[in-house]
């Protein structure tokens, strides 16, 4: 079922009016610069916590951007992709799917039904949004400049978590459930399940014709991280590691971002091209979403949490920066660099 028309002439006249210039085309990779001597923005999308509401908000270098106030209900950023000079960021303000371009709210749903906007990407002048539209179940869509298409029915609860788009192709990760969990990819709306009964996708990257999806699958005695390239499946075998929360290839590195759990705290990994490095400190819980890489540098965004207080956070390197400082909770769910 597409939008009413109301949203689509919305999306498309706020889109026209934020902008006077066309943003440059973003092709295979998010990490495309023309020189690797060029100045890193990092930019981080999530909330901060004002003591009532969840403000959606977004951080370049460090410096906050809030989103939302909080007037209508809570708010969360959960995606965040830049193109030129224009920030796009997805997510939800109580229960509408919204996009945000350069702080501008964009509406996609008008509240009736639950909705929400799980992840964000431009190519050239068009914005693609995955995320989900609640019926009798709540099912996996995609909107394109403003317009749904359901990639599932409301037959089956499904969620479409990533979208990558590499020239004419639009590829979608999500998950759906028949009884068991089943990670799939829908390649131009035609859904393609990955191998594992019981397994679940989150995120996605195309370079070139290889197809990376990262999430993860129960071997027989528990779930463990995954990664798929091009349909073959490689576990992760590490103790305590649950799953492969995001992938991202720079060049000729391919970056897994792992969950792991030391048997006191929930802690992470990065895994570069098989090599395995640890995320956070073993006494505190590290809880992490996204990862993107430029240059060798990695950079991933999450939460630290102290016991008490949940930061808005980002590591490079492996190195801490907190985005919050700790007076309200506060969430960091995706990176972009540029």
Same mark, same amino acid.
Request: proline share 1%; charged share 15%.
């Given at each position: 079922m597409?939008l ?7 999306f ?7 902008s ?7 092709t295979?990779?998010q990490s ?5 001597t060029?100045?890193t ?5 999530? &909330? !901060? ?6 403000i $959606?908000?977004y %951080?370049? =270098? *460090? +410096?906050?951007?809030? @989103?939302? /106030? #909080? ?7 959960n995606?965040?992709?830049?193109q030129?000079?224009?920030v &796009? !960021? ?6 509408? $799917?919204?996009? %945000?371009k =350069? *702080? +501008?709210?964009?509406? @996609?749903? /008008? #509240? ?6 799980h992840?964000?990407?431009?190519n ?19 909107w394109?400049?403003g317009?749904?298409t359901?990639?599932m ?8 978590l990533?979208v ?9 990760a ?17 859904k393609?399940?990955?191998n ?9 990257f195309?370079?070139?014709s ?7 699958t129960n071997n027989g ?7 798929w390239?091009?349909?073959?499946r490689?576990?992760f075998s590490?103790s ?32 570069k091209?098989?090599?395995?490095t ?22 991933v965004?999450?939460?630290r949490?102290?016991?008490?207080m949940e930061?808005?956070a980002?590591?490079k ?5 907190n985005?919050s ?11 972009f660099v540029?």
């Amino acid at each position: 079922m597409k939008l009413k028309p109301s949203y689509t002439l919305q999306f498309l006249a706020l889109l026209s009016t934020i902008s006077a210039c066309s943003p440059s085309i973003i092709t295979d990779s998010q990490s495309s610069q023309s020189s690797t001597t060029a100045p890193t923005d990092v930019y981080v999308s999530g &909330y !901060v916590n004002n003591g009532t509401y969840n403000i $959606a908000s977004y %951080w370049k =270098n *460090g +410096v906050k951007t809030e @989103l939302s /106030d #909080g007037n209508n209900g809570s708010a969360t950023a959960n995606s965040i992709f830049v193109q030129g000079s224009d920030v &796009y !960021v997805g997510g939800n303000v109580g229960a509408k $799917a919204v996009i %945000w371009k =350069n *702080g +501008v709210e964009i509406q @996609l749903t /008008d #509240g009736t039904r639950q909705s929400e906007v799980h992840s964000i990407y431009v190519n050239g002048n068009d914005v693609y949004a995955a995320g989900y539209y609640c019926q009798a179940n709540c099912a996996a869509a995609i909107w394109v400049n403003g317009v749904r298409t359901q990639l599932m029915d409301f037959t089956l609860t499904s969620r479409a978590l990533s979208v990558f788009v590499s020239g004419s192709d639009v590829y979608v990760a999500g998950v759906y459930d028949n009884g068991a969990m089943r990670g799939t990819v829908w390649k131009n709306g035609v859904k393609t399940d990955v191998n594992g009964t019981d397994s679940n996708v989150s995120s996605i990257f195309v370079r070139g014709s290889d197809v990376y999806v990262g999430g993860l699958t129960n071997n027989g005695t528990r779930y463990v991280p995954a990664l798929w390239v091009n349909g073959s499946r490689t576990e992760f075998s590490g103790s305590g590691e649950n799953n492969n929360q995001s992938v991202f290839v720079d060049g000729s590195d391919v970056y897994s971002l792992v969950t792991v759990w030391n048997g006191t705290h929930d802690t992470a990994a990065i895994y570069k091209n098989g090599t395995r490095t640890t995320l956070g400190v073993p006494t505190e819980d590290t809880y992490v979403y996204s990862i993107a890489a430029k240059s060798g540098d990695a950079y991933v965004a999450g939460i630290r949490y102290n016991g008490v207080m949940e930061f808005a956070a980002v590591w490079k390197n492996g190195v801490l920066t907190n985005l919050s400082d700790g007076t309200t909770n506060a969430r960091a769910y995706s990176v972009f660099v540029k």
